[in-house]
């Protein structure tokens, strides 16, 4: 069992691989066990866009990205089974809410046995358009500083026709989700859209960036019951 604890934090959560060392490619069951600082479960969580746990999954290099969403066994214990691409080191962060509290998240590292593959390199786009699943998204700024509130907006378009996408369905309660991570993976950022009903073209965000640096983004929306994720990665000033 991998133990993982904050003295600063008011709970702790230990995670459970059931495979202790586990292999790329193959089923993992991953089981959070969420207690406070005494060691007691905590029994009662919010639901927050759907899910009482939020579990996001990324490689060291932050190519791999996975969004997930374990169920919950009562008494503070989560379960989901997923897999991990390729050998090397991930990080899994778990997001949520206990009843009562504000939200928080708690994460851990740990590795996938095998010979990893050269960590691609995390630079900056030179190019916020990117095509996924058909769609062309582009994603543009506010003012892009550090410490200072700013609006993020995707525009979706279809990638043949150039014809605006109208028709985003609700992901988890919502027109899309955006994940953020610094290079280091130590800043998390799980941003909400400003306006949760919209269809399209446009979905809007806001957030603010803790400190400058090289950050990756990863928005998600859902279109003819399909998820796709758009990544782009930027450099705050």
């Known amino acids: 069992m991998v133990q993982m604890q904050n003295k600063a934090a008011t709970f702790k959560q230990s995670l459970l691989y059931l495979l202790i060392k586990p292999q790329p490619n193959q089923d993992t069951t991953v089981t959070i066990q969420i207690q406070d600082k005494n060691g007691k479960a905590i029994e009662k969580f919010d639901t927050v866009h759907e899910k009482q746990l939020h579990l996001i999954v990324v490689s060291k290099d932050l190519s791999f990205f996975n969004h997930i969403h374990p ?34 998240n708690k994460s851990q590292w740990f590795t996938a046995l095998g010979s990893a593959p050269a960590a691609k ?73 400003t306006e949760e009903r919209a269809k399209g073209p446009d979905a809007k965000f806001m957030t603010t960036f803790p400190q400058s640096g090289v950050y990756k983004i990863w928005g998600q929306f859902q279109q003819n019951g399909k998820v796709f994720t758009v990544p782009f990665t930027v450099k705050v000033p």
Do not use: C, R, W
Not at 86 to 97: E, L, M, P, R
């Open 71 to 104: 169920d919950y066994k009562g008494k503070g214990q989560f379960t989901v089974t997923t897999q991990f691409p390729a050998a090397g080191d991930y990080k899994v962060i778990a997001d949520f809410t206990p009843s009562g509290m504000t939200a928080m």
């Open 121 to 193: 390199p995390i630079e900056p786009d030179a190019s916020l358009t990117k095509v996924v699943d058909g769609k062309e998204v582009t994603l543009s700024f506010g003012h892009l500083m550090a410490n200072m509130e700013l609006n993020l907006n995707f525009n979706i378009k279809d990638a043949q026709t150039k014809q605006p996408v109208t028709d985003l369905q609700p992901y988890l309660g919502a027109v899309g989700h955006v994940v953020i991570l610094s290079q280091d993976a130590e800043n998390y950022l799980h941003v909400h859209p």
